[in-house]
């Protein structure tokens, strides 16, 4: 089992930055290859970014990609994600996932999750 907690949420103007946070709990965390997803209302949760679980491979969703970053820190536990340049439709929750898979591997499909968050909500406004 791993616990997820996502932190760094909140209202933000449109160009502006935010980090958010994902710390995990429970099994080896350096065990999950890990993800950020996000889900907008009335819409189905959808892929932002993923990180292998030596943080050696990240991929981005087009929509994400040059504005936010993915990082790890193994040590801590954590996984990051960096959100530059935010626009009114970057709102949504945000959530982690974490997933089992070989070290050098990178998931991008909700269902390939094995764990997920709470959810952390992201505002911005235009």
């Known amino acids: 089992q791993v616990q997820l907690v996502e932190s760094g949420g909140g209202l933000v103007q449109a160009g502006g930055s935010r980090k958010l946070s994902c710390s995990a709990s429970?099994?080896?965390?350096?065990?999950?290859?890990m993800g950020w997803f996000r889900q907008a209302p009335g819409k189905e949760r959808e892929f932002v970014a993923a990180i292998s679980r030596n943080g050696g491979k990240v991929d981005y969703a087009d929509s994400v990609k040059g504005r936010f970053t993915i990082s790890r820190d193994n040590a801590k536990n954590t996984v990051y994600l960096q959100m530059n340049v935010l626009k009114p439709e970057d709102t949504a929750v945000y959530y982690c996932?974490?997933?089992?898979?070989?070290?050098?591997?990178?998931?991008?499909?909700?269902?390939?999750?094995?764990?997920w968050g709470q959810g952390t909500q992201v505002t911005v406004s235009s």
């Open positions: 429970g099994r080896i965390f350096s065990s999950y290859a």
């Open positions: 996932g974490a997933a089992q898979r070989s070290r050098f591997y990178i998931e991008t499909t909700v269902g390939g999750y094995d764990y």
